[in-house]
């Protein structure tokens, strides 16, 4: 992303609002924003519907948690003046935050932008977690995670820290959100344990529809995450949101032969995600390949992650809805083939086969690097999390749910056989006399 | 023969068809149904309305067996059924006049295969 | 009186339902279950969950009827629900000691109309 | 022992459930099914497609009392769910002989609670 | 709204269309088109199955009968010259609304974008009477209300009428969209009656992640609503928005809170209804505040109205959807503390906090003249509709549903048992002979 | 879409990129490509629940299976300079679609939202045949169908082929989309014969709330499709996107009064379908007539497709989702209203009312050589597929439902006696020993 922005600056030496690039960033900032909601039904029908409200509130609530914490501190954190490794605090609460240009838009309106970058890469991890943790840990969960792995990391890459000073390609953020998000996931997986059902019962997605759904949205707000990012109304923005385009298209239709070869049957659950996978691993090369090239790597990335899912599914690694594999390697397989196919001509530099193999070895540092510190930073914030609380809920608890132990609410209910308890009432005896002996 | 009506926990199912497999029960019905016994009362709220769920979600076995195998049956639900905790639900057997196989007409004994355990 | 309760296919419903109709059964109680008997089992997979699921999608008819309906309602569902292919499903005849028609307090025979079949 | 098999309307089931409390009736299972009766049916459309519902929403309880608690049961079902226009539903009873009780194993009587009613 | 307008006009004498703006409004107007299906799902997830249809439908058929209505005479009555009161008729039939600017725009997307506000403002008011009200009276309803209400309201504010001449601030519709509704709703359900099962048995919903979906598509379509209201791509707009993305923030924390200090549990029916009231809130100091002033207003709104929830759910008034706790105490929460918060060197008015104590009393003559106003007219409206048809459903027809009595639908049928009239017969007996003695 | 095309080009004899024109088309392409999943659910809530994901999926895949061979070749053949009925394979595999200007927006960008078009024009003919078509031979034909029948008469109309030259009105795709769609899904639903329960029993829409979403967003993202086919942010896209925002509300309120004239109801099935009705009318003159046309249009517009519907269902012609009364008859409405309102003054040429009756005839030529070649076209691939593969699933599997069949899925799940297969054993018995003797 940072090439874009700083060309912008280079353009114009006294920096002004271009209108259109406003225009622009406004409707991405919304379409990202989107993608929250809709990272909730892909996440929200893949459940047992007994989960599914949990599941979706897990990401809704990084709507409110994340996103405050994002304007009062993680901004600063990220984007302002600071180290190779952290930005410093002269943007916290938001102080010279306004309408003055940060490269040729408004500056809160950047912030705005990053914003909802920071609140959907939080709730990615939790599709690792679902239908098990408690509510209350994970919300602490994903605030310290913002805090301490998404900002530093941002600013690594875009803040003008380390990786980004190295020269790592990342346009819109698949080392950042995506191999971030999917290692921490992995980590989470593993230190809150297998859901009692795994491996012992089949669960189910309980709406697939849902899963098309959130699966459609998050193409369309996607389109905001890679067009975005070149952060004004040009032809960058042109080649990022016409490669976040076609990759998927290319994800799609492999994931859906193998599919075929695999089990005879094309799934709508594989498709859904081979788009979400597809739009993974075009992300950190959107502005830097050509059409032909997010073709490749659309299809290209398929079999990693698709195996991986396979492969995963036989272990007692209960990643629950393979986030990790996904997102985590979807990103690496994007991050590395953004060194292998960008090009100076189309905005990148250029790669391996523009005859560049050292870009392919910078994005490995920005691979592992990102790989390592997420790893050990997750594990470390769920350790001391444990310690002075419970992660999971009871077995029984998730016998019964989710919904009804953390929310205390049913996804569907036909209020049959339910007593009403009169506001009134609510701790004098019910009127409608309640059946059990115990309301007596 | 005799038609034998479990209710059980949903998350039991499973296990109960696992056993009945075992004791060579090959046909059953099931349905999901709500029941309400001992079972303490589930309190949820939606904006101002608090409500106590009387009814728990529960799965009904219809078994239609012939006579030497109703204890079988029976032994297999108890055993696979239980957790020891309120709201494990109950078996009730019932008297069957006629059974007919619609498939092909066949009747009584007859549409309830195996008639006769394995064993015996 | 008897309780009769049949388990059929789905797509049956309609053709039974018919039946019934001009066997002059008029009240029954419909309910969708899922049953399990010789039926090959289908295979499905989500993403890395490969599951076999052993229950199908039945519809099961509970009819009360008096005596002299018994027989024309049995024959009536066995005709009507038949494919001759595995899975066409079972009827079970089961006594009945009292009915009650809500509506009017009306017991037993009474509580079934019409009590005797138009013919008789 | 007796199952008593009730088909009432699903705005009525609340009302029933209550009456049955006070019948200090325990246990019971409920299930949402459809039913055909002297209803007359709903037409619906939808844009090209004219249907006839032929069956209408009912609520189907299952309740297993022993001897002295069936007529009790049954009144207050009677009371409960009659409104007096067609389609209040119909009460069915069955005798049963046999009840388990999962949790605990105990057998018939035992296993419904209370064997006898308070007042007596 | 005036204001950024009225700076546009002053900025080039002559005024000229500026592309950037238009691509910004020609977006915007398509956002806040989708609030009102967003809507349909927030309301309609939030009644029984059998009520699903008609509640949505009520949303549906504003964007019908609403929005020809805008164009044919509401609009004119809205923004044309007219007297402190009311609009002319210059306007009507769309005369003289062509392509040539208004502002900074074509005239006629300024049309197509204001009538997008008088359609969901109409459809806002369903969520009051929902569950018993006729079909038919409802449409006529919204139609007199457009028409008696919303035009007068809209040009006391916006159209150059007495509100907007006193220097009252609505920056988006606080007054204007929720106030006015709030109210409606509230005197609606207080004219319909009570849900024949309200306060004797527990009516829930049945679709809660509609109700999510429907809050997510809201919160994307509110960026139009504000961020639109600023009729340009610039930095007003980029105020708003990002006011509009942190509001909502904060009341879904503070929610989130209240919840589970409350009753032990954070619900998702709660999550999507703070989002909603921090929107709400937040819609008429969007372009007026800092964007810490918009997180203030998001935390402190959540009171208000959180309790205002519980209060009327114990009283006999069945505003079923809690549209007056909502829109109504949310719109006059956020029109007040618009007066209090408003700063000049973010777009507004100075504000109580910025030392000008008198804004606070317009902002109060602002909301008490509509509340009024809309308040009697809406008795008034429904009073004579009442004399001449009946406007809610029999008891018995209430008790098989809505869906069924007033749209001869079902939400989710299975098909089951139904008996097919074939198109060719439909007078004639049908082949597959119906099972009632009745079709004999 | 020409004429709007040339403008800009003739306006700046040397074409560079305008911002303002390339933020609206980005938006407006991405807004196009949401209509596929939009669609997916219009579609998708209209058939029976064991069929449901089987019909989004024929969505899906379009974004895959036609977005890829567009990009391929289909653009190259329906934009690139070529004879009068095909464009030539000077762009084909994207050679010289880069980000230089096309007319005032990147090249690449054009090709992308020319590409949202051929998908769901594609995805639309699915309607006619859902419930009972294999889904490879479904993939095949709408490859097939989009190279030989969606590019040539793209390119007869917007790529500079005959039907454009002739001077022949369409805005944003009636014929090339519409007319298309419409008349293929006639021929397709004939040739796949009917559904073995149709006119035996009833099938229901098994989700209505799914058909209003869809319809909600199809309109949402309409306004991409036909403000974006100004291919500017200019004021003739404000007239279409106003058109597009009037029109449909006008065909909402006319089918809702003749649904309630004829059975008593205004239906929500038909309420969304009217929205849809209008939406397709309005395609070809959008940016052609005024608002009060649009009205006209779209009320006019109601009847045709409306009774078609009713007369189509006595039939034996199981066009299952009444592609063609809709789309098909729709879009020939439109077409020649075009050719009846279109008016110099709003950016047409002018039609009958301005006093141009030739028009009309142009109008009907363009409609006649799409019916007829589409017609024959879609026959004669349908039979050639027809001859190399079965067509249609087994009557067994359409009673089973084509959900599990085709894709070994179902909709909705609850896991229930459902017994899971450990991966690492998929071949070895499975642990938990299944009920069935089969699997001894
Ligand atoms: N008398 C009864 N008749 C029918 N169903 C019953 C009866 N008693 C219990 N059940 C079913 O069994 C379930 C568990 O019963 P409950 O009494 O709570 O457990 P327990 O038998 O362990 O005390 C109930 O939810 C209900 O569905
Ligand atoms: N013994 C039984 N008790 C209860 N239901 C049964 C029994 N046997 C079969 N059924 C029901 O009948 C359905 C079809 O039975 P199945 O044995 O597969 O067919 P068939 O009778 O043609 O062999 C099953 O799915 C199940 O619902
Ligand atoms: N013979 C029967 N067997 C089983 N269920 C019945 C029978 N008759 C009626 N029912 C159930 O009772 C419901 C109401 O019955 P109906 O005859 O319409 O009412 P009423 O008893 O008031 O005439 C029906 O919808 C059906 O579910």
């Known amino acids: ?440 | 023969m005799k038609l034998i009506i479990a209710v059980i926990r949903p998350d039991k199912l499973n296990d109960v068809l696992e056993a009945l497999y075992h004791a060579e029960v090959r046909g059953l019905t099931v349905s999901r149904v709500m029941g309400h016994g001992g079972e303490t009362e589930r309190v949820e709220t939606y904006r101002g309305t608090t409500v106590k769920m009387g009814l728990q979600e529960k799965v009904r076995l219809e078994i239609g067996v012939s006579e030497p195998f109703v204890d079988i049956t029976v032994k297999a639900i108890l055993g696979a059924a239980r957790t020891g905790d309120v709201g494990d639900g109950k078996v009730f057997v019932v008297d069957v006049e006629q059974v007919h196989r619609i498939r092909t007409g066949e009747r009584d004994e007859a549409a309830v295969t195996p008639a006769t355990p394995a064993g015996v």
């Open chain 1, 1 to 440: 992303m940072t090439t874009p922005l700083l060309l912008a600056v280079v353009q114009d030496a006294t920096p002004a609002l271009v209108p259109a690039d406003t225009a622009w960033m406004l409707v991405s900032t919304a379409l990202v924003l989107l993608m929250t909601p809709a990272l909730a039904f892909f996440y929200g029908g893949l459940v047992r519907s007994k989960n599914s409200l949990n599941t979706m509130m897990m990401s809704f609530v990084a709507l409110g948690a994340v996103g405050i914490l994002w304007a009062l501190v993680a901004y600063s954190l990220s984007f302002s003046e600071g180290s190779a490794l952290l930005g410093g605090l002269t943007n916290a609460f938001l102080a010279g935050v306004g309408t003055e240009p940060k490269g040729t838009i408004p500056h809160i309106l950047f912030m705005a932008y990053q914003g909802t970058f920071a609140i959907i890469t939080a709730a990615l991890i939790s599709g690792a977690i679902v239908e098990r943790m408690r509510f209350g840990p994970y919300i602490a969960f994903i605030v310290l995670w913002t805090l301490l792995v998404y900002a530093p990391v941002a600013h690594w890459v875009w803040g003008g820290g380390f990786l980004g000073k190295l020269g790592v390609l990342d346009f819109a953020g698949g080392t950042v959100v995506h191999i971030n998000a999917g290692v921490s996931a992995l980590v989470a997986a593993l230190v809150l344990g297998t859901r009692k059902d795994y491996h012992r019962q089949a669960i189910l997605p309980h709406n697939v529809p849902f899963v098309l759904l959130g699966a459609g949205l998050l193409w369309f707000g996607w389109f905001g995450f890679n067009g975005g990012s070149a952060l004004a109304a040009n032809g960058s923005a042109a080649t990022a949101f016409t490669n976040t385009f076609l990759a998927p298209m290319a994800t799609l239709v492999v994931w859906a032969l193998l599919d075929a070869f695999r089990n005879g049957h094309v799934t709508a659950v594989g498709g859904a995600t081979g788009i979400v996978v597809g739009l993974v691993a075009i992300t950190p090369a959107a502005g830097f390949v050509s059409p032909v090239g997010a073709l490749a790597i659309g299809a290209i990335a398929t079999f990693p992650s698709y195996f991986m899912i396979l492969l995963r599914a036989r272990t007692r690694v209960d990643d629950s809805l393979d986030v990790f594999a996904g997102h985590g390697i979807g990103g690496i397989t994007g991050a590395l083939l953004t060194g292998v196919f960008a090009e100076k001509a189309w905005g990148g530099t250029d790669g391996l086969l523009a005859g560049n193999p050292e870009q392919l070895g910078l994005q490995a540092i920005g691979v592992v690097s990102s790989l390592i510190y997420a790893g050990v930073a997750t594990l470390v914030i769920l350790k001391v999390l444990g310690a002075v609380t419970v992660l999971r809920a009871e077995p029984r608890a998730e016998g019964l749910g989710m919904d009804v132990t953390q929310h205390g609410e049913e996804a569907y209910t036909s209020g049959e056989g339910s007593i009403l308890v009169l506001p009134a009432e609510s701790d004098a005896p019910s009127p409608a006399p309640t059946l059990a002996p115990a309301a007596r």
